[in-house]
């Protein structure tokens, strides 16, 4: 599985980014996906996470929840983070991920190149 992050750039606090994540293969479905990010002199920390499949159930961390969204479209093998009304403590690269449906472990196996969001204030 190979992913490529897309969408990041330099936007005012206030405004609004999404952010995509194409991912290569034919069995996008099968994915569970996730965002993380890492801002400069921080640990990674987890943004948001979709599981496998149709329906797709979701989880935000507790500081972008009501802002962020995540979503994907299983059709066109990409996941996507809309953000809304940035901060700019929301500066960070931004990595997506993914790993199998069928994995035990919570940690993830597969990991994209990063995008870069700038929130200026």
């Known amino acids: 599985v190979q992913l490529q992050a897309s969408g990041g750039g330099l936007v005012q606090a206030g405004g609004s980014l999404r952010l995509s994540c194409a991912a290569s293969?034919?069995?996008?479905?099968?994915?569970?996906m996730g965002w993380f990010r890492q801002a400069p002199g921080k640990e990674r920390e987890f943004v948001a996470a979709?599981?496998?499949?149709?329906?797709?159930?979701?989880s935000n961390a507790d500081s972008v929840k009501g802002r962020f969204t995540i979503s994907r479209d299983n059709a066109k093998n990409t996941l996507y983070l809309q953000m809304n009304s940035l901060k700019p403590e929301d500066t960070a690269v931004y990595y997506c991920a993914a790993r199998w449906f069928s994995s035990r472990s919570e940690q993830y196996d597969y990991w994209g190149q990063g995008t870069l969001v700038t929130v200026s204030s």
């Open positions: 979709i599981t496998w499949g149709g329906g797709g159930s979701t």
């Open positions: 293969g034919r069995s996008f479905t099968l994915l569970n």
